[in-house]
């Protein structure tokens, strides 16, 4: 496999915060990874410095670009969604695709303009016109007519409402992932792209407190539902989180194996939602 | 380099729509200006009448093309006026929009430098600004022509020798563009200044860009009692050395005017060489590249969130 993306020891600050703080991993080709972290995490941070917005310590390379000193050459090969609502509000959007096409080497007008044609976005219309949900169907289609390796989405659905964030995400997968690109998300509601992800990190204060497959996620977390003095004995195994539903215990561990704790009850693999609240109290203490 | 530099300028105009919207604007009030004059102002009628038709009986040309070339004048005086604040307003606002809409994220999101960007925009505010203004001055003038051709001509005049044939017109559009972009050149430290202002100011850059220019000299006058600071940014000792030893006052003088018919060349009162040998010229050249400089540094480093 191949890193698209290696940081070693990636450290970002703001005075005398920390907003990363010597963090090192690896995103493989193909992957759709989930950055995962409260507000102020620093994961925006993080995203910035992958995107050579903002320079940072340490050793970081991204499609083998130093992203800060090499922004242009990297941007060939990237796109990114920040937000809903940084495309500038005067532009038209036939004068958007006008520019793209003028100054992006890797965008395909014909591509946008049969992504548009299924959205209810007008050629002559301008972004100031269109509603949150529509910018982003715009924002999306400009992004997914660019042929790039890799794909950052911060916040890519933060105000949009249920349909479009539906949308959104079957876009995403349908349309433009095909195993060859590699998307790099963040988002605060976990649950709509957990089924999506392939890898998945979770950040906090700066640090890294997970980087897993998904895959290991259900061999290296499992939740007990248990009740009574069966929950009380599964307490001496160790959970990392234990919380009262409907009368019984649901308790999370790590790393204990699943025939140890059969016997007390209930067993699944924990939501990323919990998984990540855990974590984040856990580290906390 | 140069395609994306075509891509940025030409968003530059879409963004900024007074660039061509002011020019256009005032092309429109001299013109009807012009019109209300012949139509419906009696006195003016008959002034003009004097000076284009009575030179005919009178002593020569020379009354009538005092009274055009004032006409040529006046209205590029009234554009450059226009282009200066609307250059102004145009730069503080070029650094500054981007941030406060927050599309520099978007900008930021394409394969283009930001020393690319930053100058798009200075090309815009010293290039294509006064080139849109000398374009829209030769429209003026040449609709205003043709309306005072037509006037002549309803009143039996023979507008062809009455009017075109009085004014040269390439030698006054050729100085038209030649002040232009000279005005941008030598206002160029002003350019880089606000562009920079624009660049880093988190509110109001109109105050933030006319404040130091105020405030500074103010008190340099009032402890060091000099003014050393003024007169480098302000008179830069003397005019603008386009124009050949220059004299306003006398310029404009009336009898020299009115009494000498080689007046209206105005390519005859310019000098290129001077302002191209220029070492005051070529300091404000400098400054507006260190200051564009730096607002290519604060864009790049800067963090917005």
Same mark, same amino acid.
């Given at each position: 496999m191949t890193s698209l993306v290696s940081a070693k020891g990636v450290s970002k600050r703001f005075g005398d915060v920390r907003a990363v703080d010597n963090v090192s991993f690896e995103v493989e080709k193909g992957k759709i990874m989930g950055l !995962?972290?409260? #507000?102020? =995490?620093?994961? &925006? &941070?993080?995203?910035? =410095?992958?995107?050579?917005? &903002?320079?940072?310590?340490?050793?970081? /390379?991204?499609?083998?670009?130093?992203? *800060?000193?090499?922004?242009?050459?990297?941007?060939? #090969? !990237?796109?990114? !969604? =920040?937000? @809903? =609502?940084?495309?500038?509000?005067?532009? &038209? @959007? /036939?004068?958007?695709?006008? *520019?793209?096409?003028?100054?992006?080497? #890797?965008f395909s007008r014909e591509r946008a303009e049969a992504l548009l044609a299924e959205t209810s976005v007008r050629s002559d219309a301008k972004v100031s016109q269109l509603s949150k949900g529509m910018i982003t169907q715009l924002h999306l289609s400009i992004i997914m007519a660019i042929d790039a390796k890799l794909l950052v989405l911060d916040e890519p659905t933060l105000g949009l409402d249920i349909i479009f964030r539906k949308e959104f995400y079957s876009n995403l997968l349908n349309d433009y992932f095909d195993g060859e690109r590699t998307i790099i998300i963040t988002t605060h509601q976990v649950e709509e792209i957990e089924n999506l992800l392939t890898d998945i990190m979770f950040i906090n204060d700066g640090k890294i407190l997970l980087d897993a497959s998904m895959e290991s996620l259900g061999e290296r977390y499992v939740e007990l539902l248990a009740a009574g003095e069966k929950a009380d004995h599964a307490r001496g195994l160790g959970p990392i989180a234990d919380n009262q539903m409907f009368g019984k215990s649901v308790l999370l561990y790590e790393g204990v194996a699943r025939d140890r704790l059969e016997e007390f009850g209930e067993l699944r693999t924990p939501a990323v939602a919990d998984l990540f609240v855990a974590k984040v109290k856990g580290a906390r203490k | 380099m140069i395609g994306n530099q075509l891509a940025l300028i030409r968003r530059e105009i879409w963004e900024h729509r007074s660039i061509y919207v002011t020019p256009a604007a005032i092309a429109v009030i001299v013109t009807l200006g012009t019109l209300a004059m012949l139509l419906f102002a009696g006195g003016f009628a008959k002034e003009l009448d004097v000076a284009i038709f009575g030179a005919q009986n009178l002593a020569g040309d020379t009354e009538r093309k005092v009274v055009l070339t004032g006409f040529f004048i006046g209205t590029s005086w009234l554009f450059l006026f226009a282009l200066a604040i609307l250059t102004v307003f145009y730069s503080l606002d070029s650094l500054y929009a981007e941030r406060k809409d927050k599309s520099i994220l978007f900008w930021r999101s394409l394969p283009i430098t930001d020393a690319e960007t930053v100058l798009s925009k200075l090309l815009t505010a010293l290039i294509v600004i006064p080139l849109v203004a000398v374009i829209a001055i030769i429209a003026t003038h040449m609709v205003n022509l043709v309306i005072t051709s037509i006037w002549v001509s309803a009143k039996g005049g023979d507008a062809g020798h009455l009017i075109w044939g009085s004014v040269p017109l390439l030698d006054n559009w050729a100085s038209a563009l030649l002040v232009t972009l000279a005005s941008a050149i030598w206002m160029s430290p002003f350019i880089g200044w606000f562009l920079f202002v624009s660049a880093f100011t988190k509110r109001s850059p109109l105050l933030m860009a006319f404040m130091p220019l105020v405030v500074i000299p103010l008190?340099? %006058?009032?402890?060091?009692?000099?003014?050393?600071?003024?007169?480098?940014?302000?008179?830069?000792?003397?005019?603008?050395? %386009?124009?050949k030893g220059m004299d306003m006052q006398e310029f404009f003088d009336e009898d020299r005017l009115r009494f000498n018919a080689e007046a209206v060349s105005l390519l005859s009162y310019l000098d290129v060489g001077q302002f191209l040998r220029s070492p005051s010229m070529w300091a404000g050249v400098l400054v507006c590249g260190l200051l564009t400089t730096a607002a290519i540094y604060v864009r790049r480093y800067r963090d917005e969130s």
């Amino acid at each position: 496999m191949t890193s698209l993306v290696s940081a070693k020891g990636v450290s970002k600050r703001f005075g005398d915060v920390r907003a990363v703080d010597n963090v090192s991993f690896e995103v493989e080709k193909g992957k759709i990874m989930g950055l !995962i972290g409260p #507000n102020g =995490a620093g994961k &925006t &941070t993080l995203l910035k =410095a992958l995107l050579g917005l &903002t320079d940072c310590d340490g050793d970081l /390379s991204v499609l083998g670009l130093n992203p *800060f000193k090499q922004r242009k050459q990297l941007m060939r #090969n !990237i796109c990114f !969604i =920040a937000d @809903v =609502a940084v495309l500038p509000r005067w532009i &038209t @959007v /036939s004068k958007l695709v006008d *520019f793209m096409e003028w100054t992006h080497p #890797n965008f395909s007008r014909e591509r946008a303009e049969a992504l548009l044609a299924e959205t209810s976005v007008r050629s002559d219309a301008k972004v100031s016109q269109l509603s949150k949900g529509m910018i982003t169907q715009l924002h999306l289609s400009i992004i997914m007519a660019i042929d790039a390796k890799l794909l950052v989405l911060d916040e890519p659905t933060l105000g949009l409402d249920i349909i479009f964030r539906k949308e959104f995400y079957s876009n995403l997968l349908n349309d433009y992932f095909d195993g060859e690109r590699t998307i790099i998300i963040t988002t605060h509601q976990v649950e709509e792209i957990e089924n999506l992800l392939t890898d998945i990190m979770f950040i906090n204060d700066g640090k890294i407190l997970l980087d897993a497959s998904m895959e290991s996620l259900g061999e290296r977390y499992v939740e007990l539902l248990a009740a009574g003095e069966k929950a009380d004995h599964a307490r001496g195994l160790g959970p990392i989180a234990d919380n009262q539903m409907f009368g019984k215990s649901v308790l999370l561990y790590e790393g204990v194996a699943r025939d140890r704790l059969e016997e007390f009850g209930e067993l699944r693999t924990p939501a990323v939602a919990d998984l990540f609240v855990a974590k984040v109290k856990g580290a906390r203490k | 380099m140069i395609g994306n530099q075509l891509a940025l300028i030409r968003r530059e105009i879409w963004e900024h729509r007074s660039i061509y919207v002011t020019p256009a604007a005032i092309a429109v009030i001299v013109t009807l200006g012009t019109l209300a004059m012949l139509l419906f102002a009696g006195g003016f009628a008959k002034e003009l009448d004097v000076a284009i038709f009575g030179a005919q009986n009178l002593a020569g040309d020379t009354e009538r093309k005092v009274v055009l070339t004032g006409f040529f004048i006046g209205t590029s005086w009234l554009f450059l006026f226009a282009l200066a604040i609307l250059t102004v307003f145009y730069s503080l606002d070029s650094l500054y929009a981007e941030r406060k809409d927050k599309s520099i994220l978007f900008w930021r999101s394409l394969p283009i430098t930001d020393a690319e960007t930053v100058l798009s925009k200075l090309l815009t505010a010293l290039i294509v600004i006064p080139l849109v203004a000398v374009i829209a001055i030769i429209a003026t003038h040449m609709v205003n022509l043709v309306i005072t051709s037509i006037w002549v001509s309803a009143k039996g005049g023979d507008a062809g020798h009455l009017i075109w044939g009085s004014v040269p017109l390439l030698d006054n559009w050729a100085s038209a563009l030649l002040v232009t972009l000279a005005s941008a050149i030598w206002m160029s430290p002003f350019i880089g200044w606000f562009l920079f202002v624009s660049a880093f100011t988190k509110r109001s850059p109109l105050l933030m860009a006319f404040m130091p220019l105020v405030v500074i000299p103010l008190i340099e %006058l009032i402890f060091v009692r000099s003014t050393v600071f003024f007169e480098a940014v302000f008179t830069r000792r003397g005019m603008m050395p %386009l124009f050949k030893g220059m004299d306003m006052q006398e310029f404009f003088d009336e009898d020299r005017l009115r009494f000498n018919a080689e007046a209206v060349s105005l390519l005859s009162y310019l000098d290129v060489g001077q302002f191209l040998r220029s070492p005051s010229m070529w300091a404000g050249v400098l400054v507006c590249g260190l200051l564009t400089t730096a607002a290519i540094y604060v864009r790049r480093y800067r963090d917005e969130s």
